[in-house]
């Protein structure tokens, strides 16, 4: 489970969100009370672990300015949260290690997902940055074969639950690990980070459960089986290991190198009908 702490200003909240667990600290350059100056972004991106995905959120900046901020502060990614139109976000994307395309809960682009080329995408609440938790049945119209980030009113309290709904790639919280707009709560950051690791174990433990593909094709699988499908399937999916958010695009190709694994351990029964099912549940429908 991928988790993300945006609204990051200070060196101090940004080593206590690392220390925490956190994969992702996120740096807002848009208007914001957690607006913070690209060299101050800087200096604290020189100060985290490699491993840290750094991100700098834009909304509706020019796209040569998207791109002269990410390279004079160090940032891995950018997170574009306007809106940027498929041609923008190409450009950019082009020019940066990792590229975060955000869009509202029900916003009828995601539809279009595959025409930006994003690395994953992230769904907010409706009226961003507000902190309010939206319908989470909304999320469903998020493309499955790509990474989703679930935004939005997330809490130490509420991520479990919407993990386990939504199943997502990964999380991002700002207000809801804070003791005051910009300042990170430490108690809180733990806990939230505890949670959707929590809710994460429930969505392996529960495959059969919430894989409707399992369901009709093969609900009479041994534990073993199970995990490894849940971890095997959300590695295909995202590119990499799941776990620490490798990177990546699904494609054909990868999906039925992954019906043949399943195929090996009898996660698939040798049937080209279901193998074909299965590529075409989480294909780009085209």
């Known amino acids: 489970m991928f988790v993300k702490v945006c609204g990051v200003t200070s060196e101090e909240d940004a080593l206590l969100v690392v220390a925490m667990g956190a994969d992702a600290v996120g740096f ?21 672990p490699s491993e840290i995905v750094t991100v700098g959120v834009f909304r509706d900046d020019a796209r040569d300015r998207v791109v002269e901020v990410a390279h004079a502060a160090g940032l891995r990614a950018v997170q574009l949260h306007g809106n940027e139109s498929p041609a923008d976000t190409h450009w950019i994307r082009q020019r ?3 590229l975060i395309k955000a869009f509202p809960a029900g916003d009828p682009r995601l539809d279009q997902a595959d025409e930006y080329a994003a690395d994953a995408f992230l769904v907010d609440s409706p009226t961003p940055g507000s902190g309010e938790v939206f319908d989470w049945s909304l999320a469903e119209g998020a493309p499955a074969h790509r990474r989703i980030i679930l935004a939005g009113g997330l809490t130490p309290e509420n991520v479990g639950d919407a993990v386990r709904v939504v199943r997502p790639w990964g999380v991002d919280v700002a207000s809801g690990v804070e003791s005051a707009p910009g300042r990170k709560d430490p108690s809180k950051v733990r806990a939230f980070v505890e949670a959707s690791i929590k809710g994460w174990d429930y969505y392996k433990d529960h495959y059969a459960e919430v894989n409707p593909f399992i369901q009709e094709y093969n609900p009479d699988l041994p534990l073993d089986a199970l995990e490894y499908g849940a971890t095997a399937q959300m590695d295909f999916v995202y590119g990499g290991d799941a776990a620490a958010g490798g990177v990546g695009i699904m494609t054909e190709e990868r999906w039925r190198t992954l019906a043949d694994q399943m195929l090996e351990i009898g996660m698939l029964k040798e049937d080209p009908d279901v193998t074909k099912a299965f590529t075409n549940a989480f294909l780009p429908k085209k």
């Open 96 to 98: 940066v290690p990792l």
């Open 28 to 48: 807002v350059f848009a208007p914001s009370p957690r607006q913070i100056a690209p060299q101050r972004a800087a200096e604290i991106a020189r100060r985290l």
